[in-house]
């Protein structure tokens, strides 16, 4: 989907005005053109929020894609290095904990250094460790590779939030970005295990991470041209502040990946998880006595930052949740694996739309309401799988309302970006988006744990899955307000 760009050339200079309808138009461009939007700051070349909203959406694509694919490669892997399955669960787990353990780290490193450098930098980062997991002689190399490229992907997140929300200053039209940001996102989880399958079998598992670096140095080429630069703000380092995040969300989720494995009363979990809540006690603690802090504590007192915070928790821990259990169970039941691909069509389908759509939507009804309604529809989808099983019938009309729900994550994030300073988008972005992967590796876990050993506990994952929606569609309704974002 692209954005319309009409140009009228009254003189040497254009004037641009952006047209709001959706889907397919053509770009016309003068050699100097001046936007009706609100102009970013930017450093040199052309400044065009079409191409920062592609480069900032290939690239979440990319980031994505690399933690659904690579499942689907997991045997192939196995059988090239004589490693059974059990055995590879690392190359899948180093991504995911990298990723997670550095968001709020990368977000403060977008507001102290820059998004623009920091955003081309981790692409950079992230484009050499696909080659060098493509290249990777040994497991233990792929995984140290695959661990890279989850710092890149750490600082990818927060930096393009911060990118596409100078690039398209007006709440409105950042609304429609973010929507369709998320459609992508949401795509490439789709299509994560499709695309890995079909490279796996044509080309073979390395093809998987070697086909990220052309795509990752056509985005780098149209960032560097494009994406202006926010305004930066430095602010002391906090190196206490830094260890001490690191330690929290590793910790955490660590013990949301190995729970499964270990169990939650073996040593392990449980240590980590009390050096989690320690770290995480403490870095609150000093965040609260630092003069400059790299987490400013007052961003919570907006009641639509905290509320945003909470419903991105819950919304991956209910949606992801319903990723994992659904197939899950349906397998157990004697589905083929292509039986549950086409049936978990719906969902996804309903997803990608509903997310896409709320964009133009959420301006008549406002982000609240509609968010609420979105995460109502999940709660109502999960009952009825929950109460009718896994009929064709069932699974449509449940999956598609479901889907609706999974499609209320552009508004929690429109709305968090709406209540920021600009200051700092990125460490709100990255506590936004460790708050969703938190919230995802322990749905994983905690429904995974219902669903060992006794696929009837089906139902009850559904249930929780259920009363999680509910939840977030409290929170969003009762706490989210329409805020305007702070000068």
């Known amino acids: 989907m692209q954005w319309?760009?009409?140009f009228n050339f009254t003189s040497a200079k254009s004037l641009s005005k952006m047209d709001s309808s959706p889907p397919h138009l053509v770009l016309v461009m003068s050699i100097e053109v001046k936007s009706t939007l609100a102009a970013p700051k930017r450093i040199g070349g052309m400044q065009s929020p079409a191409f920062v909203l592609t480069a900032v959406g290939i690239s979440s694509f990319m980031v994505t894609l690399d933690v659904t694919a690579v499942n689907v490669a997991l045997p192939s892997i196995g059988d090239m290095f004589g490693l059974p399955?059990?055995?590879?669960?690392?190359?899948?787990?180093?991504?995911?904990?990298?990723?997670?353990s550095l968001l709020l780290s990368a977000g403060a490193s977008s507001d102290r250094w820059g998004a623009r450098p920091v955003f081309l930098g981790a692409l950079t980062f992230f484009t050499l460790a696909s080659a060098a997991?493509?290249?990777?002689?040994?497991?233990?190399?792929?995984?140290a590779a695959r661990a890279v490229q989850g710092l890149g992907a750490a600082a990818i997140l927060p930096s393009s939030m911060a990118l596409l929300t100078n690039a398209f200053p007006q709440a409105s039209q950042r609304a429609r970005a973010v929507a369709v940001w998320s459609g992508i996102s949401a795509t490439a989880l789709v299509a994560g295990p499709l695309i890995g399958g079909l490279l796996v079998q044509t080309l073979g598992w390395r093809s998987i991470f070697f086909v990220n670096v052309p795509v990752c140095l056509v985005v780098l080429s149209i960032a560097a041209i494009s994406a202006g630069q926010p305004a930066t703000h430095r602010r002391a380092f906090d190196p206490v502040g830094?260890?001490?995040?690191?330690?929290?969300?590793?910790?955490?989720?660590?013990?949301?990946?190995?729970?499964?494995?270990?169990?939650?009363?073996?040593?392990?979990?449980v240590g980590a998880l009390a050096i989690g809540v320690a770290a995480s006690l403490l870095f609150l603690a000093v965040e609260h006595r630092r003069r400059e802090p790299m987490l400013p504590l007052s961003l919570f007192r907006s009641g639509t930052f905290s509320a945003s915070v909470g419903a991105a928790f819950l919304y991956n821990l209910s949606y992801y949740g319903a990723l994992f259990v659904l197939p899950v169970a349906l397998q157990a039941q004697g589905y083929s694996p292509l039986s549950v691909g086409v049936l978990l069509i719906p969902m996804t389908l309903s997803t990608a739309v509903f997310a896409t759509a709320s964009g133009w939507i959420v301006n008549a009804i406002g982000a609240r309401s509609?968010?609420?309604?979105?995460?109502?529809?999940?709660?109502?989808?999960?009952?009825?799988?929950?109460?009718?099983?896994?009929?064709?019938?069932?699974?449509?009309v449940g999956g598609l309302l479901i889907g609706m729900g999974g499609g209320t994550l552009p508004l929690i994030v429109a709305a968090a970006l709406s209540s920021l300073p600009p200051e700092r988008v990125g460490v709100g972005s990255g506590v936004l988006n460790?708050?969703?992967?938190?919230?995802?590796?322990?749905?994983?876990a905690v429904l995974g744990a219902l669903l060992q050993g006794a696929t009837l506990k089906a139902g009850l994952a559904l249930t929780m899955i259920a009363a999680v929606f509910l939840a977030g569609?409290?929170?969003?309704?009762?706490?989210m307000r329409e805020e305007p974002r702070p000068k």
């Open 85 to 100: 399955l059990s055995a590879l669960q690392w190359v899948a787990s180093a991504y995911t904990l990298v990723f997670a």
């Open 242 to 269: 830094q260890v001490l995040a690191v330690m929290a969300l590793f910790t955490i989720t660590f013990s949301a990946i190995e729970v499964r494995q270990y169990g939650w009363t073996s040593p392990a979990i």
């Open 370 to 396: 509609l968010a609420a309604l979105g995460m109502l529809a999940g709660v109502l989808g999960a009952a009825i799988l929950a109460v009718f099983g896994f009929t064709f019938s069932s699974m449509s």
């Open 133 to 143: 997991c493509g290249l990777a002689h040994s497991v233990t190399e792929l995984i």
């Open 434 to 444: 460790a708050a969703r992967q938190s919230g995802g590796a322990m749905g994983i």
């Open 4 to 6: 319309i760009y009409k």
């Open 473 to 479: 569609a409290v929170l969003t309704f009762f706490f």
